[in-house]
């Protein structure tokens, strides 16, 4: 099977590449694509994220193995592309170069049968639009609620009538608890 993907750059202006590639292929192909695509050098790593519909982050898959036993962590040339994506599961997050946070959203856009496919040469590039920019787009990491306002939340009409709610009410007296101890 010949899997077409759309890569998209995390950036305000459109940057994007479509890619086909077989589904026996590994990750570590789908990277080498990637970064060939977008004219990058390839002198830094980089990882896969598998992620839900709404591209939150899940487990990570590395290029190489960074853990404390070698060989414990699978790294992308362990995972053939159908293992991962398939009509289902269609969507990955790809960043290059950790430090500086390249990051794309990947996604299985169609699956071909081989014979089908135009695509004589795989992987192979098929469509690009865009320039990639100069430095990597920069991220903002803070929280949507305001650093100013951090109770903006509670920012309800005040009723001085929510805090008579319990006047006159004697609590814990009304259970005779000094007449037991």
């Known amino acids: 099977m010949v899997y077409k993907f759309r890569v998209i750059l995390d950036a305000e202006d459109d940057v994007l590449r479509d890619i086909a590639i077989l589904d026996t292929d590994t990750l570590e192909d789908l990277h080498n694509v990637i970064i060939n695509s977008f004219g990058f050098d390839g002198t830094e790593g980089?990882?896969?994220?598998l992620c839900d519909d709404n591209?939150?982050?899940?487990?990570?898959?590395?290029?190489?193995?960074?853990?404390?036993?070698?060989?414990?962590?699978?790294?992308?040339?362990?995972?053939?592309l159908s293992d991962l994506l398939y009509e289902d599961q269609t969507k990955?997050?790809?960043?290059?170069?950790p430090f500086v946070n390249w990051t794309f959203?990947?996604?299985?856009?169609?699956?071909?049968?081989?014979?089908?496919?135009?695509?004589?040469?795989?992987?192979?590039?098929?469509?690009?639009h865009g320039v990639l920019p100069a430095e990597a787009p920069a991220k903002n990491y803070d929280d949507p609620i305001s650093k100013d306002d951090i109770y903006g939340d509670f920012d309800?009409?005040?009723?001085?009538?929510?805090?008579d709610m319990f006047e006159g009410d004697e609590g814990f007296n009304d259970f005779d608890y000094d007449d037991r101890y």
Not at 92 to 97: A, P
Not at 115 to 127: A, Q, V, Y
């Open 105 to 128: 959203f990947v996604e299985l856009a169609a699956i071909e049968k081989e014979e089908d496919s135009d695509e004589k040469e795989l992987p192979t590039l098929l469509f690009a």
């Open 46 to 49: 980089g990882s896969f994220f």
């Open 156 to 163: 309800d009409d005040y009723d001085e009538e929510d805090f």
């Open 92 to 97: 990955i997050l790809y960043i290059y170069d």
């Open 55 to 80: 591209w939150n982050q899940e487990d990570e898959i590395p290029l190489f193995d960074m853990g404390d036993v070698p060989g414990e962590d699978k790294i992308m040339a362990d995972f053939k």
